[in-house]
């Protein structure tokens, strides 16, 4: 499904869907690459791609089986009425699900507050982001202008909303979502040039090399500050 487009005119579905979030997340990616690489800088990159793609994937993978199935299961048993739901106002599906297993009210606000904090921290990264690359790349910038980046995208968001609604908000995902991926394509054709370096680089001790030679100094430390116990 994420590569079948379906570009017949009634095909409404993957326009607002797939094609939707291809954009959506294209257009984010600039924001969240640049965030991501400064809260990892130390990482390797076997725990760059493992915090960054594979446990985020795993989560979201559980979070829409558990979740998923189980409104499903509600729409097929007639236990819950999620289709009619889903037609109405998408965003009100995970609350209707919640509403029909026990301690719903527990679980409806949980699930409203982790809604509010991903809005918040999301807010609070593209704006930082957006502070680094007006500073001229300075990573810590002052907070009040990330504060005021955060409430220029918030207007931004309202006046897109507003005027068009959600189908506006799409429709500007996509727009600045097309032009990315030429930035991204030679981002990524630089990645692969640079791993070709650091591979050709030779003499470069590895992450196990200098912990070894940390522990032979430290212990050769301790000998020369003890020659009796040595």
Same mark, same amino acid.
């Given at each position: 499904?994420?590569?079948?487009?379906?570009?017949?005119? @009634?095909?409404?579905?993957?326009?607002?869907?797939?094609?939707?979030?291809?954009?959506?997340?294209?257009?984010?990616?600039?924001?969240?690459?640049?965030?991501?690489?400064?809260?990892?800088?130390?990482?390797?990159?076997?725990?760059?791609?493992?915090?960054?793609?594979?446990?985020?994937?795993?989560?979201?993978?559980?979070?829409?089986?558990?979740?998923?199935?189980?409104?499903?299961?509600? @729409?097929?048993?007639?236990?819950? @009425?999620?289709?009619?739901v889903v037609n109405t106002d998408v965003a009100l599906s995970l609350h209707t699900v919640l509403e029909h297993l026990p301690f719903s009210t527990v679980?409806?606000?949980?699930?409203?507050?982790?809604?509010?904090?991903?809005?918040?921290?999301?807010?609070?990264?593209?704006?930082?982001?957006?502070?680094?690359?007006?500073?001229?790349?300075?990573?810590?910038?002052?907070?009040?202008?990330?504060?005021?980046?955060?409430?220029?995208?918030?207007?931004?968001?309202?006046?897109?909303?507003?005027?068009?609604?959600?189908?506006?908000?799409?429709?500007?995902?996509?727009?600045?979502?097309?032009?990315?991926?030429?930035?991204?394509?030679?981002?990524?054709?630089?990645?692969?040039?640079?791993?070709?370096?650091?591979?050709?680089?030779?003499?470069?001790?590895?992450?196990?090399?200098?912990?070894?030679?940390?522990?032979?100094?430290?212990?050769?430390?301790?000998?020369?500050?003890?020659?009796?116990?040595?």
């Amino acid at each position: 499904m994420s590569f079948w487009i379906d570009m017949r005119t @009634e095909g409404n579905w993957q326009t607002g869907w797939t094609i939707f979030y291809w954009g959506w997340w294209i257009s984010w990616s600039p924001f969240v690459g640049i965030f991501i690489a400064r809260i990892s800088k130390g990482r390797t990159l076997r725990e760059f791609v493992l915090n960054v793609f594979v446990v985020p994937a795993l989560v979201t993978f559980v979070w829409l089986a558990v979740f998923g199935g189980t409104g499903l299961h509600m @729409e097929i048993n007639n236990t819950a @009425e999620i289709a009619d739901v889903v037609n109405t106002d998408v965003a009100l599906s995970l609350h209707t699900v919640l509403e029909h297993l026990p301690f719903s009210t527990v679980t409806v606000a949980l699930g409203t507050l982790l809604v509010i904090v991903f809005f918040v921290t999301s807010s609070d990264s593209g704006s930082l982001v957006v502070d680094m690359i007006t500073s001229g790349g300075h990573p810590n910038p002052h907070t009040s202008q990330r504060i005021f980046w955060a409430f220029s995208e918030g207007a931004v968001a309202c006046v897109l909303l507003y005027s068009g609604g959600l189908k506006a908000l799409q429709t500007a995902s996509i727009i600045t979502g097309f032009p990315i991926v030429i930035l991204l394509l030679v981002g990524c054709y630089g990645l692969v040039k640079a791993f070709r370096v650091d591979a050709a680089v030779e003499g470069v001790p590895s992450k196990t090399d200098l912990v070894a030679g940390y522990d032979s100094n430290a212990t050769s430390e301790i000998s020369d500050k003890n020659p009796q116990s040595a």
